[in-house]
């Protein structure tokens, strides 16, 4: 009896853990998100100030913030907006009006980059989306980046446009805003992802096809594949841990930290209650206190437009030693070693024998309030083009062939994984 009385106590328990959220809640499979799972849409408490947070996704959905980096956003006019972290990995950067932005976020081996949406608060459903920001940054070396940018993102093609003037916030909003969800379910013991452009026309994000995917884990690229037209990408065979995806090409430039959950630990939550009490067991927290499950089906973000991605990293430099160590290459007493690429490091404008690098130049995506305008006449970065003198990416891409064996420009090539 004793045995019983006590079976039964136990049973209420649960019973009572159950009923503790609304029974609409319950579902046979835990609701997994679909929206972006980085923060690139907000609606600004202070019309003019774009306020958030830099953070490193860590283990079990923790984070560690990081403090003393550096923020950069830039506009389609070439415009540039910039603040800084506190010791809280807190920043608030001013000026910044409604529009589409590149956002690049980097200290020491700490980067990110991403569109970034900043909505009128007076646009039709603008209070169904955050109010700030978290920016989730991956673990790397500022060199990986580098050198990825060096030797996998062709010439641009022409300036894009992007907007959000037609955007319908309360169509995209549940797939554009989430509560901090920097993690990422396996998917048959893989990750998929997809990349999409930066704005918004009506409810619609668009592709982001045939770029160049890196999954990064401890700072070491191990696996890269090309996003199919539709912008959708698989890794097969990914455990689970940290992990950074740096993606780059014509249609942009991004890079975010997650963390990829077991599978197998998702689907164990299968019937659970995900609504107002989150479901935890080994400190692993999978929904929030609003509902909204912190792990997200697939990798999905919208990259940096370009060229404003690169306006970006050029701004950070500003404050940064130029160093011109790197150019091992050059002739002794050659002075050709004095320019830098778009992201402040030292390169070779010549080679060995001090003859400049040529390139396709930049012209038709140069913005007037940088540098002279356009690329300059002279090739990859001229006179005082893009960057005002900085070599143009046609001249940067061509500059890869000094280090490494990889050709100057690769063509993105038929997919290499297929999505399942």
Same mark, same amino acid.
């Given at each position: 009896m004793t045995r019983f009385l006590a079976l039964m106590a136990l049973c209420s328990s649960a019973a009572c853990a159950l009923l503790a959220a609304p029974a609409a809640a319950q579902s046979e499979n835990l609701a997994v998100t679909d929206h972006l799972t980085v923060s690139q849409w907000v609606n600004p408490a202070t019309p003019g100030e774009l306020s958030g947070q830099v953070i490193l996704p860590s283990a079990n959905g923790s984070a560690q913030a990081i403090a003393n980096a550096?923020?950069?956003? =830039?506009?389609? &006019?070439?415009?540039?907006?910039?603040?800084?972290?506190?010791?809280?990995? %807190?920043?608030?950067? =001013?000026?910044? %009006?409604?529009?589409?932005?590149?956002?690049?976020?980097?200290? &020491?081996?700490?980067?990110?980059?991403?569109?970034?949406?900043?909505? &009128?608060?007076?646009?039709?459903?603008?209070? !169904?989306?955050? !109010?700030?920001?978290?920016?989730?940054?991956?673990?790397?070396d500022y060199t990986v980046v580098k050198t990825s940018i060096l030797r996998y993102l062709p010439p641009a093609r022409g300036q894009n446009s992007y907007t959000i003037d037609d955007v319908d916030l309360a169509g995209i909003s549940d797939r554009v805003a989430g509560d901090r969800s920097f993690r990422v379910s396996q998917s048959d013991g893989g990750l998929k992802g997809r990349l999409h452009i930066a704005g918004a026309r009506g409810a619609t994000l668009g592709d982001a096809g045939l770029l160049n995917v890196f999954l990064v884990h401890q700072g070491e690229v191990v696996d890269r594949v090309v996003s199919l037209q539709d912008g959708t990408f698989v890794f097969v065979d990914v455990a689970p841990g940290e992990y950074s995806i740096l993606a780059l090409g014509q249609a942009g430039l991004g890079m975010a930290g997650f963390e990829l959950i077991d599978e197998s630990t998702v689907n164990q939550f299968a019937g659970r209650v995900s609504g107002a009490k989150a479901i935890t067991q080994n400190d692993r927290t999978l929904t929030s206190i609003h509902g909204d499950p912190l792990c997200c089906r697939e990798f999905a973000m !919208?990259?940096?437009?370009?060229?404003?991605?690169?306006?970006?990293?050029?701004?950070?430099?500003?404050?940064?030693?130029?160093?011109? @160590?790197? $150019? @091992?290459? $050059?002739?002794a007493g050659c002075d050709a070693c004095e320019a830098v690429d778009e992201c402040g490091n030292s390169i070779c404008e010549a080679d060995s024998c001090c003859n400049p690098l040529g390139g396709a130049g930049f012209s038709s995506v140069g913005f007037s309030s940088v540098g002279g305008g356009g690329g300059g006449g002279g090739g990859g970065g001229g006179g005082g083009g893009f960057g005002g003198g900085f070599l143009g990416l046609a001249g940067l891409a061509g500059l890869a062939g000094l280090g490494g064996g990889d050709d100057p420009i690769i063509v993105p090539p038929d997919p290499v994984s297929p999505v399942r």
């Open positions: 550096v923020v950069v956003m =830039t506009n389609q &006019d070439g415009e540039k907006f910039r603040g800084s972290t506190d010791e809280n990995g %807190q920043f608030v950067i =001013t000026g910044v %009006q409604a529009g589409v932005y590149a956002l690049t976020a980097r200290a &020491d081996g700490v980067f990110a980059c991403c569109a970034m949406h900043v909505v &009128d608060g007076e646009m039709v459903a603008a209070d !169904q989306l955050p !109010q700030r920001v978290d920016i989730a940054a991956a673990a790397i !919208q990259v940096a437009p370009l060229p404003q991605a690169m306006e970006c990293c050029e701004a950070e430099v500003y404050e940064e030693p130029i160093l011109i @160590d790197e $150019c @091992d290459d $050059c002739v």
